[in-house]
C-alpha cells in the first residue's frame, strides 16, 4: 500500500474508530464535539478539528466516510495526496470557523461530523469536473446540477432551520467553499473553464452572503 492509499485510508480508520469510541462514552462525545462555549470562552480550539473525528451515529458516519472513499482519488490524482490531506483537514476545521463565526451568540450550540472535510473533498471534485454524472441516492446526475441543489438546500435550512433539522449546514458550506477556493487557487486553468457552471453553483452562495452581511440574518 503506497501513501496515495494509506493516508486515505488511515483517515478513514481514525474516523471510524474515534466515532464508535464516542458513541459509547458520552463523556469522549463531549469533549471533542464542537461546542461554541467551549471554544470561545475555554479556548478549547481543538474541538474546530477533533469534532471532525465524531460522529452522531453510524449513517451519518456511514455517508461521510463512503463519499470521502469515493472522491479522494480524484484530488489525489490531480494534486497529491499531502494537498488532499491538507485540504480535507483544512476543510473540517473552515467549516467549524464559519459556524463559530455564525453561531457565536449560541454557546451552547455543538456539532459533531467530517462533513466539512467531506464536503471540501466533494467540491473541489466537482469543480474540476462540474459535467462528470453523479449518484445521489442512485439517481442520476450531473454534478454541478447535484452541487447547485445541495447548495440551495443547505442555504435555505441555514436561514430557516426547521425544529427536526439538526445537520450543521455552516460546516458544510464553510468546507465546500474551501474545496472550490483551492481549485481556483491551484488550477485557474480548470477552474475558468468551468466558470459557467461554478458561477450557477454559487447563486445559493451569494444568496446566503447577502443574507448575512446585509440583512444580519443568523441562525
Not at 497529491?80 to 464559519?98: C, D, E, S, T
Not at 463565526?101 to 456539532?111: F, I, N, S, V
Not at 467530517?114 to 471534485?125: M, N, P, T, Y
Request: charged residues 10%.
Amino acid at each position: 500500500m503506497n501513501l496515495n492509499q494509506l493516508i486515505p485510508t488511515a483517515l478513514i480508520a481514525a474516523t471510524v474508530l474515534a466515532s464508535f469510541a464516542a458513541f459509547n462514552n458520552s463523556a469522549l462525545m463531549e469533549r471533542y464535539q464542537f461546542q461554541v462555549g467551549r471554544i470561545r470562552y475555554s479556548k478549547q480550539y481543538d474541538r474546530l478539528l477533533s469534532s471532525g473525528f465524531v460522529h452522531n451515529d453510524w449513517m451519518h458516519l456511514f455517508f461521510n466516510m463512503l463519499t470521502l472513499y469515493f472522491f479522494s482519488p480524484v484530488i489525489i490524482m490531480v494534486y497529491g495526496v499531502f494537498v488532499f490531506l491538507a485540504l480535507y483537514l483544512g476543510a473540517i476545521v473552515a467549516g467549524n470557523a464559519f459556524s463559530l463565526w455564525l453561531y457565536k451568540t449560541r454557546p451552547g450550540y455543538t456539532a459533531v461530523g467530517a462533513s466539512g472535510g467531506v464536503s471540501g473533498i466533494l467540491f473541489a471534485s466537482i469543480s474540476l469536473d462540474p459535467l462528470n454524472g453523479i449518484l445521489f441516492f442512485f439517481i442520476p446526475m450531473t454534478a454541478w446540477i447535484f452541487a447547485t441543489l445541495y447548495f440551495a438546500y443547505s442555504v435555505t435550512m441555514l436561514l430557516r432551520p426547521r425544529p427536526w433539522d439538526n445537520i450543521g449546514h455552516a460546516a458544510h458550506l464553510g468546507g465546500a467553499v474551501v474545496g472550490m477556493l483551492c481549485v481556483a487557487v491551484l488550477s485557474p486553468y480548470f477552474f475558468a473553464r468551468n466558470i459557467v457552471y461554478i458561477s450557477i453553483m454559487s447563486l445559493p452562495l451569494l444568496y446566503l452572503a447577502y443574507e448575512l452581511l446585509f440583512n444580519k440574518k443568523v441562525r
